[in-house]
C-alpha cells in the first residue's frame, strides 16, 4: 500500500506533519462505498477556517487531519463512478454532499442531509463536519465523486493557472457567495469587512459583478496596504476616525448599498485605550449601521455554535449581542452559512481560464511545500497577506 502524510492537528497553536493512513473506499463509518475516487493531491489550501481550530477556538478533537481546500488528480475510482476517470485534474468543493437529498437536490450542498450523523453539512478535515478525512495531505478519498467534483477540461492549461484554480475549492466561491447574497451587481457600492483572502476573494467578486466602488476595511496595516495595491478603497478600522466617516470621505455619503462580513467570529474592536480586544459582534452591527435600508449583508465569515475560547459565556454558546432592532427598522436582510461552492464553481472556473478574474494575485497566493505548512500556519496566524498553498508532490514547479 502507498505511504500517505497529512497536516495533524494537536491541539492549542500545534500542527505537525505525519504519516497517515492511505485513503480506503470506506466512509467515515466504515462502510465500503463504491461511488468514490482517491486523489493525488496537487494543491490543498491553509483556511482561515482551519486557523479557528488551530487557535483552540472550536470543539476539534486532537489527531484531526486538516484542510478542505483541496484540487487533485485521479489515481482511483470506485466501479459505480461513471463520469470520471483515472488521470482527471478535478477542484473538490470543501462541502461533501450526497446529490441525492432534497437539501443536495435544491442546490444546498452546504448542508447536505446525509453525509453527517451529526447535523446538515459536511467538510473534509473540519470539526463536526462529519469525520470526513482532510486533504492537506498526499493522497485523500472523495465520496459521491461524479455529483462532487468538477473535472478541469484541458490539463495542460488547467496547470498554467493551477495558482488560481486552486482557489476553486473554497475561498473564491465563498467570497462570490458573500457579494451575491449581499446583492452586488453593476453600480454597487460595497463595503467588505476584512481584508483576509476571503474578504479579498470577495472584493474581487464585487468587482466581477460590476460593482461601482469596492472599499475593505480591516484593522491590519500590511493587509490593508495589499487592498489597495489591487485597486480597492480601503477604510483602516484601526483608526479613531468612525466606519461611516470614511465612507463618507470616500463616497460623499456614509453609507454603502450592500456590505460582506468576511471576518466571522473572532472579530476584534478597539477600546477608549486603543487597545484590540474581541468583540464578536463587532462586525455584524458596524455593518448594519453603514449599509442603507432595504440593503442586504452577506455573511460568509464563519460563526460557531460552540467557542470554548470565547470571553463571555454567551459568545461560548455562539450568542452576540446583535443590534437586530437596528436591522429590523432599515429593513436589511442577512444570508448566513456555509456556501454551496457547486452553484458557482463551474462559472468561476471559466472566469479564470479567459483571464477575468486573477484571483491568485489578489489574495496573495504562496506556495509552500507540504513540509511547511506549520510554517505556513504561524505567518498565516500572524496576519500576513497571503494565501498559502500546499503543493505535496511539487507539481506546480514540474508545471
Known amino acids: 500500500m502507498a505511504d500517505n502524510r497529512g497536516v495533524v492537528y494537536l491541539g492549542n497553536g500545534q500542527v505537525e506533519v505525519q504519516s497517515i493512513p492511505f485513503p480506503k473506499m470506506q466512509n467515515p463509518q466504515g462502510k465500503q462505498i463504491h461511488h468514490g475516487v482517491i486523489l493525488r493531491v496537487v494543491s490543498t489550501n491553509i483556511c482561515g477556517s482551519d486557523q479557528h481550530m488551530v487557535r483552540g477556538r472550536t470543539t476539534a478533537q486532537t489527531g484531526l487531519v486538516l484542510g478542505h481546500e483541496i484540487t487533485g488528480e485521479v489515481i482511483e475510482a470506485g466501479r459505480d463512478v461513471e463520469h470520471l476517470k483515472v488521470g482527471d485534474l478535478v477542484s473538490v468543493p470543501f462541502n461533501v454532499a450526497c446529490g441525492r437529498c432534497r437539501s443536495c437536490k435544491e442546490q444546498n450542498t452546504g448542508v447536505c442531509l446525509t453525509v453527517n450523523p451529526a447535523r446538515p453539512g459536511g467538510a473534509y478535515g473540519y470539526v463536526d463536519m462529519g469525520d470526513w478525512v482532510g486533504g492537506q495531505a498526499e493522497y485523500v478519498l472523495v465520496p459521491y ?3 462532487n467534483l468538477l473535472k478541469l477540461p484541458n490539463r495542460d492549461a488547467a496547470m498554467e493557472k493551477i495558482r488560481d484554480l486552486t482557489c476553486l475549492s473554497d475561498i473564491l466561491p465563498t467570497g462570490y457567495h458573500g457579494a451575491v447574497t449581499a446583492g452586488v451587481g453593476p453600480g454597487s457600492t460595497v463595503y467588505i469587512a476584512g481584508a483576509g483572502p476571503v474578504g479579498l476573494a470577495a472584493a474581487a467578486s464585487a468587482r466581477l459583478l460590476g460593482a461601482a466602488v469596492v472599499i475593505v476595511g480591516d484593522v491590519n496595516p500590511i493587509r490593508l496596504a495589499h487592498a489597495k495595491a489591487q485597486g480597492f478603497e480601503i477604510a483602516d478600522l484601526s483608526k479613531d476616525t468612525p466606519l461611516h466617516e470614511q465612507i463618507a470621505d470616500l463616497l ?18 478597539h477600546g ?25 449583508i452577506g455573511i460568509p ?7 470554548p475560547g470565547a470571553a463571555d459565556a454567551a459568545a461560548k454558546m455562539g450568542s452576540l449581542s446583535i443590534r437586530f ?14 456556501t454551496p461552492v457547486m452553484k458557482y464553481n463551474r462559472q468561476l472556473m471559466q472566469a479564470i481560464m479567459w483571464d477575468r478574474i486573477k484571483i491568485a494575485d489578489i489574495v496573495g ?4 511545500s507540504l513540509d511547511d505548512a506549520p510554517r505556513g500556519y504561524g505567518e498565516f496566524d500572524a496576519g500576513v497577506p497571503k494565501k498559502f498553498v500546499i503543493d505535496p508532490h511539487r507539481m506546480f514547479s514540474k508545471a
Request: with cysteine; aromatic share 8%.
Open 325 to 338: 432592532g437596528l436591522g429590523w427598522a432599515k429593513s436589511h436582510s442577512f444570508h448566513t452559512g456555509q
Open 301 to 307: 465569515g464563519l460563526y460557531v455554535t460552540e467557542d
Open 365 to 368: 497566493v504562496e506556495v509552500i
Open 252 to 269: 460623499g455619503e456614509p453609507e454603502v448599498d450592500c456590505a460582506v462580513d468576511a471576518v466571522g467570529f473572532e472579530a476584534r474592536g
Open 145 to 147: 465523486a461524479d455529483f
Open 272 to 296: 477608549h485605550d486603543g487597545v484590540k480586544h474581541e468583540a464578536p459582534a463587532t462586525v455584524l452591527n458596524s455593518l448594519m449601521g453603514v449599509v442603507r435600508v432595504a440593503g442586504k
